[in-house]
């Protein structure tokens, strides 16, 4: 099955949204200090030149199609007490998709920010910490359906995650999943779920291993008929991602990391593989 211009657009596109998101952990279940500030800005480079159609078939795009986005993002995270966080995440996207043809489209701009709280709900003997986070969704542009649903939304998010000793060397996991409701008419119903497990490989805790298996499912009541040219009526998807990454502490303030991602499985969603690196800061 072959897909059409606009079609692509749309399937791609909503990859793109959700791949940083899923190949990323910035603490999850792990507290931040009261009074401490974590900031992380970080790029991601995707790119695909096939998708899975809505009966999971893989195709090659028409006329050599191929889709590139390069996406921004600063996120923050300020402890408030033993309990409370505060988290924001501002997103930044340039996507462009051409084929043999010479079609060329390309959309850049704000998509979606976030704010929310976290709350750290309990710990076993500091080793085991499970926490729960409310976070609201705002778009940052109008009349731009490339660029998301254009509707607010809110989530809840629940993260398990622990540490222990595997062989002589530190390990740490985490457990995410996220259930998102945008608010518009036939506003989709989303859970994103994440599991990583990762290794630190020197005594210093300088470097570290992590790989990650995550997925996106989303479903709405508009389930045919939208129009495909607009990506915000590519309510019902499904996809899911595996992930590598290498992190290194510089200082105890600032730390780098690095990963590789790669669909492994989708419905109604281009296929793609993606870079990201970005910078964890913790100013104080």
Do not use: C
């Not at 976290?118 to 986070?133: G, H, L, T």
């Amino acid at each position: 099955m072959k897909f059409t211009k606009s079609r692509l657009r749309q399937l791609l596109l909503t990859a793109v949204f959700f791949t940083t998101m899923l190949s990323k952990s910035y603490g999850g279940a792990f507290p931040v200090r009261p009074g401490s500030w974590l900031l992380s800005p970080s790029i991601n480079y995707f790119f695909a030149n096939k998708g899975w159609d809505s009966l999971r078939r893989l195709s090659s795009f028409a006329n050599r199609g191929e889709f590139r986005s390069i996406s921004y993002s600063l996120y923050t995270e300020y402890g408030l007490s033993r309990r409370f966080t505060v988290i924001g995440q501002l997103p930044f996207v340039n996507n462009n998709y051409h084929d043999t043809t010479g079609y060329n489209s390309q959309n850049n701009g704000f998509t979606d920010m976030e704010v929310g709280v976290r709350y750290y709900a309990f710990n076993i003997n500091y080793i085991y910490y499970f926490s729960v986070q409310g976070t609201f969704i705002q778009p940052l542009y109008t009349n731009n359906v490339n660029l998301g649903y254009g509707e607010q939304g809110a989530e809840i998010k629940a993260s398990f995650g622990g540490s222990g000793h595997l062989f002589s060397k530190n390990y740490y996991f985490t457990l995410e999943n996220g259930v998102r409701q945008y608010f518009g008419s036939a506003g989709p119903l989303q859970d994103r779920y994440t599991g990583t497990f990762g290794l630190t490989l020197d005594k210093r805790f300088k470097q570290q291993i992590s790989a990650t298996i995550g997925g996106f499912y989303s479903t709405s009541s508009l389930s045919a008929g939208y129009d495909p040219t607009h990506i915000a009526g590519n309510k019902n998807f499904v996809f899911n991602q595996a992930s590598l990454s290498y992190g290194y502490s510089i200082s105890q303030k600032i730390s780098v990391f690095v990963s590789a991602s790669t669909f492994i499985s989708g419905r109604n969603t281009g296929d793609g593989s993606s870079v990201s690196a970005s910078l964890i800061l913790r100013p104080f």
